[in-house]
């Protein structure tokens, strides 16, 4: 691609954003309830694969999806139910499971690899996709992203505008309070835990039946579960923030497609690793940003005080804890 | 104890079983070709030797970590990392004319390049408040991306590169096997002494306890006068040097060149040991035995049943979910009655 059009790559990054938005927003409402479900790069694997599977087996595209999310679902109560029911650490769990859940679906899907199979297909608004610019970024997509897209104000309608978000956020901040409250803390993780995993199983189909289409080893889509579960500490455990930097994710790697083409000498495995130290730095620069110093420094600087109020955002206090039920 | 590990195992054997029938393999055969293609001969059983030998050595490192509360998921790199400086020792030594030297060069480089990738994330988790597992994982995959440019790149092979790797390297710079045994004499010694050392280590130093203090409860080690940030640095440095001494041995001994998977996924690998080790020290070598023996007998499978051999990675992970999950449950109906 040697014309530089703004428009086709800001179409691409809101496509290729999709699934890794929707994994993201998944992993917002878990760790939200205090639950950290590590075992995304995995789940997503094998949800990719299932709702392959799925859609080809039975040639229903919503088939696939809903096995999917199914298979996410199904991940995220085995992390749940150890770690709320057994007590054990979910970061264990969560680990074993990734690994675990990626050896599986190349396991159970060796038939399926490399076979031609269904793809959801672009679905245009009438008139909205015909607007200049906004037409064909946000109006000419896949049922999929469209749903993503949804997702992000639903996520923060559901958190921050709704009773059970309300209770949801309770249980994340502190279990005991809720529960002296009357909110059952192992139920509104658990029933979170299982939807939030659902969203990163969509997530998974999504990957398999849209953005990166069919099934093989390497699929593509790995290290994108990683790459989800960091965009939520980025994002401060805010949808907004999340999708935001889910959608500045997807533009880098589009841009590194580019850089691609400009450094034709250098290995596409380098530009391929080049994300992750990007994490790891913006990730040191979001607890620089926490540091006492920085704070007061930012009082007097309102550029400043702006940037370190955008990149802060503090987790759930109860996260990844274990808390010792009297029951 | 033994009650656990029954429970464990038929739970893995219900569920592998459900797998492959899913996956239209069948059950007892597959079971069989695992055993024969692991225990079957000599040979077999010299490969997963092969295999044990790094697995123990990244297993020991992570013990040091755990013991501190330190998840260090980033072990994988520093096998990388630990590969990467042995080739770069062994290619400067091959026309020193000192074989021996220079291996014994490699493989303390190997320690000395593991250990430098465990201090970076052990920085970033102590003075840049990441979390060590996203620090580690990050650098896993750097880790990775410069293998591959350097066996593409800087490395590669006279005339074309390609993914079988570097150069291999002359006869004189492998690690010396016993001919007619095929076993590394050296490597086996380096896997014991690593247990023992590090069974020492956590035991009977003071260096050990600090460990322990530390992993137990932070801020009343701290209040007692200990260190905990240098401290888990050097845990790190613990766990970094162990592991890139496999990654030197997998390089010197195993594949006599860089190749992109050098790393084999033992470092993984290895942290599902130790969490089915229970942190034991003593067990861990048998473990990573038995799942050696798992990884080997399943690099057949997909010759002769078209059986993909991730397989032995689903054992695995049954396995460590099964017994922690058994270990917990036992735990609950004791505490309750």
């Known amino acids: 691609m040697s014309e530089f059009d703004l428009t086709i790559i800001l179409a691409g990054v809101v496509a290729g954003a999709a699934p890794v938005l929707l994994a993201t927003l998944g992993e917002t409402i878990t760790e939200r309830s205090g639950i950290i479900n590590l075992s995304l790069d995995g789940t997503l694997l094998l949800s990719a694969m299932t709702g392959f599977a799925a859609a080809l087996t039975t040639g229903s595209i919503l088939a696939g999806f809903a096995a999917a999310a199914a298979v996410g ?14 007590g054990l650490a979910q970061v264990a769990v969560g680990f074993v499971l990734t690994l675990m859940a990626r050896d599986l679906a190349y396991v159970l899907g060796g038939p399926f690899a490399r076979v031609e199979g269904p793809l959801v297909g672009l679905a245009p ?16 997509q896949s049922l999929p992203v469209y749903f993503s897209m949804a997702m992000i104000f639903a996520v923060w309608w559901y958190l921050y505008r709704t009773p059970p978000g309300l209770k949801l956020r309770c249980v994340g901040e502190n279990p005991d309070g809720a529960y002296a409250r009357g909110i059952d803390p192992d139920r509104t993780q658990l ?23 069919g099934w093989g080893q390497p699929q593509g889509c790995e290290g994108a579960g990683w790459i989800a579960l960091a965009l939520v500490i980025f994002g401060g455990w805010h949808p907004f923030k999340v999708a935001l930097g889910a959608y500045l994710f997807a533009f880098l790697q589009v841009m590194s497609i580019h850089l691609q083409a400009w450094f034709p000498d250098v290995p596409a495995q380098v530009f391929q690793a080049a994300p992750f130290p990007l994490m790891i730095f913006i990730l040191v620069l979001i607890s620089l940003a926490q540091r006492e110093s920085v704070l007061r420094l930012a009082q007097e600087h309102p550029v400043l005080k702006a940037l370190v109020n955008a990149l802060t955002g503090a987790a759930p206090a109860a996260l990844g804890r274990q808390r010792k039920s009297d029951s | 104890m033994s009650l656990e590990l029954a429970a464990a195992a038929a739970v893995v054997l219900a569920f592998t079983t459900m797998v492959l029938l899913f996956a239209g393999a069948p059950p007892l055969e597959t079971f069989r070709q695992i055993v024969q293609g692991s225990l079957g001969s000599w040979i077999k059983l010299t490969y997963v030797i092969k295999v044990w030998i790094p697995l123990t050595l990244a297993s020991c490192g992570l013990l040091y970590t755990f013991r501190i509360g330190l998840w260090n998921i980033g072990v994988e790199g520093q096998v990388m990392a630990g590969a990467v400086l042995t080739t770069f020792i062994l290619r400067s030594g091959v026309e020193s004319g000192h074989p021996g030297l220079v291996l014994f060069a490699g493989l303390l480089a190997g320690i000395a390049g593991g ?67 095929r076993i590394s004499p050296a490597g086996i010694g380096m896997a014991l002494l690593a247990v023992v050392l590090t ?22 080690a701290f209040f007692f006068g200990l260190r905990p940030r240098t401290t888990m640095i050097l845990a790190m440095i613990c766990a970094g040097g162990f592991a890139g001494l496999a990654g030197g041995f997998q390089v010197a001994g195993v594949y006599h060149r860089l190749i992109p998977a050098i790393s084999s996924g033992y470092g993984y690998l290895a942290l599902l040991v130790v969490l089915l080790s229970n942190f034991n020290v003593w067990v861990t070598p048998l473990v990573a035995f038995f799942f050696a023996a798992l990884n080997v007998g399943s690099i057949q499978l997909p010759m002769a049943l078209q059986l993909d051999s991730s397989l032995s990675g689903v054992i695995q992970g049954t396995l460590v979910l099964a017994a922690l999950a ?8 004791r505490r309750a009655s």
């Open chain 2, 115 to 181: 250990a430098f990738w465990a201090i970076l994330a052990g920085y970033l988790k102590t003075r840049g408040g990441v979390h060590e597992i996203f620090a580690g994982l990050g650098l896993n995959f750097v880790a990775q991306g410069m293998v591959l440019w350097l066996i593409f790149g800087p490395w590669k092979q006279p005339g074309i590169a390609s993914m079988s790797g570097t150069e291999t390297f002359p006869d004189a710079l492998w690690l010396p096997y016993i001919e007619h045994l």
């Open chain 1, 73 to 86: 679902a199904a991940t995220a109560a085995v992390v749940a139910v150890f770690a709320i029911r057994l």
């Open chain 2, 326 to 333: 058994v270990h917990a449950l036992r735990t609950r109906i």
């Open chain 1, 191 to 213: 029933i979170h835990a299982v939807a939030g995993g659902a969203l990163v199983g969509i997530a998974g189909a999504a990957f398999s039946l849209c953005i990166k289409p």
């Open chain 2, 199 to 220: 069974a020492a280590m956590l035991r009977y130093t003071r260096f050990g306890l600090y460990l322990k203090a530390i992993g137990s409860n932070e801020k009343a």
């Open chain 1, 125 to 140: 608004i009438p008139v909205l996709s015909g607007l200049p610019f906004m037409g064909p970024m946000l109006f000419n």
